[in-house]
């Protein structure tokens, strides 16, 4: 399966502040346990000009991220205001900086929240198998299971079967 991952990422602060967002596009391939992420174009730009993005929300395209659990709450309400709600992104609880990599520059951050949108459509590919877990446990669990860089305590709380070990390119 192959697919075009738009996915952006704003530090908190600089969320709180109007500084700068990073957005990009990544070239996501995925056979069966096996990630891809190729042809990553990244730009970065203000956070005012993000309201760029509810155009491409408005057209079915919904641009994907990774967050913290932590910082969620302050996101949501910082987007809201700047004209994105809630339902128009698809988010992970993972930090991006660390997760499964650690990303060095933009082009990094891109490349973790485009791998961390595959693993997720590879636990929900096998949601009925694996016993209908939360994501997120079974997204750290199964990328600490492979060896890649996962939060010990979420993926410590699940408790199911892991389909496969991923491998990510």
């Known amino acids: 399966m192959r697919w075009e991952a738009l996915a952006f990422y704003i530090e908190p602060r600089e969320l709180l502040f109007c500084g700068k967002a990073v957005v990009g596009v990544a070239d996501v391939d995925m ?37 913290p659990s932590h910082y969620m709450a302050l996101v949501t309400h910082l987007l809201g205001r700047v004209g994105i709600p809630r339902y128009a992104f698809k988010v992970v609880n993972a930090d991006p900086h660390i997760t499964p990599f650690k990303a060095v520059g933009a082009e990094g951050i891109i490349r973790n929240i485009a791998y961390l949108h595959g693993v997720l459509n590879i636990v929900a590919r096998n949601w009925v198998r694996m016993g209908r877990p939360k994501a997120s446990y079974a997204i750290h669990a199964m990328l600490r299971a492979s060896g890649y860089n996962a939060d010990r305590d979420l993926a410590n709380r699940y408790r199911g079967s892991i389909p496969c070990r991923v491998k990510l390119y």
């Open 31 to 67: 056979d069966d346990c096996a990630i891809a992420v190729s042809s990553i174009k990244h730009a970065v730009i203000s956070v005012e000009d993000l309201h760029g993005l509810t155009d491409l929300i408005r057209q079915g395209i919904k641009p994907l991220t990774a967050y």
